[in-house]
């Protein structure tokens, strides 16, 4: 995985990286990467293009900083499931996580899909090494729940494929779950209703006693 953007040239420099991010994001999720030019980008962060320019020399390097800043996001939503927090509620606030992603940052999924989707071709070795390495981590601690019978033995990394998929689902086929609901937009209650929908069938799947606490607050931004 590339080193994730460092912004350290005053408030200035900050906001600008910023933009260029976020209107990059958007742009390769409706384009693609091959779609995408840097003049798109740069007219819908609102900056001449030789600013962009400035900070990322090439699209690709850009391209490589969306995908860093959103592997970031999805990493620290991970770390909501530790060996000492309990099962109903780690997962409970991972899955909150992942949807408050969805909601909020729907390209971010996109651009990963289409990423994906295309082979990998920026993101084969982090997929293969890194993630991979941070996968099987977490499975070690569903693995040591199930250990102390604390959980249904289930096959731990399926476990993590099928919440992705639910999850993400809400981002990558959004336009779907409008036309099914019959809604313009979704509202924060369809991604409660979605969030409370895939924690049941986990913790139900997985033979999880619920604690009747909610998720963490903190759960989606961490």
């Not at 020399?57 to 991970?78: C, H, M, P, Q, S």
């Not at 999850?167 to 990558?172: F, G, S």
């Amino acid at each position: 995985m590339a080193r994730p953007v460092t912004v350290d040239g005053g408030r200035i420099r900050k906001r600008n990286v910023a933009r260029i991010l976020e209107a990059a994001e958007g742009v390769f999720a409706e384009s693609g990467f091959r779609g995408a030019t840097t003049a798109a980008i740069a007219a819908r962060a609102g900056l001449p293009k030789a600013n962009l320019h400035y900070y990322f020399r090439t699209k690709k390097a850009l391209y490589r900083a969306v995908l860093d800043n959103i592997l970031e996001l999805w990493l620290g939503a991970f770390d909501q499931i530790r060996p000492e927090r309990d099962p109903a509620e780690a997962l409970g606030d991972y899955i909150a996580a992942k949807i408050y992603w969805s909601r909020t940052r729907p390209n971010a999924s996109k651009v990963f899909a289409n990423e994906v989707l295309h082979g990998a071709p920026i993101l084969g070795g982090f997929l293969a090494r890194e993630l991979r390495a941070r996968v099987e981590e977490k499975a070690a601690i569903l693995r040591r729940w199930m250990a102390q019978g604390r959980m249904r033995p289930v096959d731990p990394v399926h476990l993590v494929f099928a919440i992705w998929a639910m999850t993400q689902h809400y981002a990558d086929f959004e336009v779907q779950v409008r036309a099914v609901l019959g809604r313009g937009r979704l509202g924060e209650a369809d991604y409660a209703a979605a969030a409370g929908t895939i924690t049941a069938l986990v913790l139900d799947g997985c033979g999880i006693a619920r604690t009747g606490k909610a998720p963490s607050r903190g759960a989606a931004r961490s």
